[in-house]
């Protein structure tokens, strides 16, 4: 399941942000045009691990999805060559995890708690 990227795009503002997990917790964190990376906690990661265990990446589409109507802001999972947005019922056990370790990794580096700096 690792690499697992989350990609966030769109939205009126115009994000084009993204976070990737790797197996032993690294991630590389894109957000506004810069990166950095990050270690993700444990049993953050431990969670992640286990909910994505429950996806069937395989019957995802490997595209990712297309936004849904102008100014749609879409949040997406891609593993194992499968991708869906993050509300989609197939990855509803990875949902709230990446939510917050988005919204975590997308704060600065002094508050976050999911994602510490490197």
Known sequence: MFPMTIT??????????????TADGTAIVKLRGKSARCRVDAAVLRQISTAAATVDWHTL???????????????????????ARLDDPRVKSLSSLLTMLLGDASASEGTRKLCRPL
């Open 8 to 21: 966030r795009s769109g939205g009126i503002v115009g994000y084009d942000d993204s976070l990737v997990i």
């Open 61 to 83: 589409p490997a595209k990712p999805p297309p936004p849904r109507h102008p100014d749609d802001l879409v949040i997406a999972v891609s593993a194992a060559g499968g991708t």
